[in-house]
């Protein structure tokens, strides 16, 4: 079956960077275009920016333009989410999802989800 | 950005009863529309995209349509389980953005 695995999470000063992963299984993701979402405590759900099948193309919402990265391995089933700059505002529960279809960004399989902390 | 604006942020509702949630988009999004639910403690779950497809595996009493930019979740029996968060989202142009959600709680 489908699953997505998120790790990484934890307390992180601001300024500071973290590296968060999103290990997939029962699917091949070198096949699919794959998103980060992210929830405040007690919020609502953010889009935080997907990475094409390849790699090749990276979309980013504003409020992490330039400071986080994405990437991925498809040798290693795994997708990668590079945070830099950390702000207190980036505090969330961050989850990997997969998109229904390469030019649909509707997410079908997403994961637990990884806490960030990001205080002082 | 486009603004998915949902309504009402709260409904209270008793097992059996008929809801319907309502987003609507601050421009239009032609069907461009999906909605989640999400439990407690659980990460969202795909319920229905293009604006009325129902996701394999979702109940039917789940369905969803559309009126240019207002869109409407509709759960035409509540159970037990449907007691939840329930969130829009659009995805016809970038930023893909999300409504803030309906809580689904217990009457």
């Known amino acids: 079956q489908v699953q997505l695995v998120e790790t990484g999470g934890g307390v992180v000063q601001p300024g500071r960077s973290l590296r968060l992963s999103c290990a997939v299984s029962g699917f091949t993701l070198s096949t699919n275009v794959m998103h980060w979402v992210r929830q405040a405590p007690g919020k609502g759900l953010e889009w935080v920016g997907s990475i094409s099948y390849d790699g090749s193309n990276k979309n980013y919402a504003e409020s992490v333009n330039g400071r986080f990265t994405i990437s991925r391995d498809n040798s290693k089933n795994t997708l990668y989410l590079q945070m830099d700059n950390l702000r207190t505002e980036d505090t969330a529960l961050y989850y990997c999802a997969r998109a229904v279809m390469t030019t649909v960004p509707v997410f079908d399989y997403w994961g637990q989800g990884t806490l960030v902390t990001v205080s002082s | 950005d486009i603004q998915m604006t949902q309504s009402p942020s709260t409904l209270s509702a008793s097992v059996g009863d008929r809801v319907t949630i309502t987003c609507r988009a601050s421009?239009?999004?032609?069907?461009?529309l999906a909605w989640y639910q999400q439990r407690p403690g659980k990460a969202p779950k795909l319920l229905i995209y293009d604006a009325s497809s129902l996701e394999s595996g979702v109940p039917s009493r789940f369905s969803g349509s559309e009126s240019g930019t207002e869109f409407t979740l509709t759960v035409s029996s509540l159970q037990p389980e449907d007691f939840a968060t329930y969130y829009c989202?659009?995805?016809?142009?970038?930023?893909?953005?999300f409504g803030q959600g309906t809580k689904v709680e217990i009457k």
């Open positions: 421009q239009s999004i032609n069907t461009w």
């Open positions: 989202q659009q995805y016809n142009t970038y930023p893909w953005t």
